[in-house]
């Protein structure tokens, strides 16, 4: 990606200047209209309902204009032209609170807001609360009902850990940070525990007035009586999950327990992953019922890059697969990702006023192969490629 600076092409213009010349040309760089331009690129906003190709421009970290062919100078400018220039993306399911590198990964990715969903409980949430105050873009933390976190014997096997007052004890002291509560209820993680685990997740998040994020699939308890216990704005990730306890049924149809919760304004979330939550036959069945997600995420960590997760525009590619369109995989990591979190409720779009946080992505043509959990592969004939991240009108290279 090219960048020119404008103060740079003066004195490459001009070679040595006497004082008088480099305040003139300080004036002049000030002078300039906007920061930053991102020129040609195919701009896709779905919260605008726009995709066209159009220059971006940004002033004092602002999307200032978004129009066919800006003249006014600009500091920088960013040649888009066969690119798609797309709000920065957010990722609602990621375990970036793991490891103090991981924003920065991320936002090379283009992710300019994160979520950890449930990587530490009340015993260790300071660990991640500190990667998410020191993060360059924003990130936000679930609690894990589970007061040690992810444990590899299961996080809520012992029902003793999930501990309402020590959750609540930590969210009280990381208000601005914890966003909600996570509750992991597979049968490798909960054990019988899940309904007792979510009802508790559900009280402590109550009392803050947040959200309950559920990871579904392989439950013992029936998919419909979890279902029971969330109300508007809880999220169930991990959406494609195969049976035992899928969102559909033995014939594949989605159930209505589902349907009722999504109309209820519960979300659906992909939480793609590495174990048991993502199968090719249960994505076909799912996506035929036109039963499309609300949030794609990609339950991101520092391997991530070589597994099949790769990075969230690659989990967005996926879909491409099963009828989804780009416009829809966009608006599902940006301005319905959004809406999930109000930490994030001004964003997701490249509206005139906006925060300046833009994704470039290059949408590429081939033979491109996708796995799901269970090592099935897929090949589609287009795929998402990162390049490079606008934070708050600042460019950050891919490379
Ligand atoms: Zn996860």
Redesign the pocket.
Known sequence: MRIMNRREFSCTAFGGTTLVLARALRVAASADKYDLLIRGGRVIDPAGRLDAIRDVAISAGRIAGVESNVTASSTNTVDAHGKLVVPGLLDI?T?AGRSAESPNLLLKDGVTGWID??TQGADHIGDVVAIARSSPQQGRVLINIGRAGLLSEGDTMDLARADVNAARDAITKNREYIVGVKARLSRDVAGQNDYEVLRRAKEVAKSFNLPVMI?MGQTMSPLPKLLALLQRGDIV?HMFAPPPNSIIDDNGRILPEVLAARSRGVWFDV?N?VTGHMRWDVVEAIMKQKFLPDTIST?WNMNSPTTGVIDLPNCMSKLLNYGMSINQAVACATIHASRTFSVFRNRGTLKVGAPADIALLDLREGKFEYVDNFSNKITGNQRLFPGGTVLAGKWIPRT
Request: no cysteine; aromatic share 0%; hydrophobic share 10%.
């Open positions: 399911h375990h969903a449930g990871h990730t939480g992953g339950d």
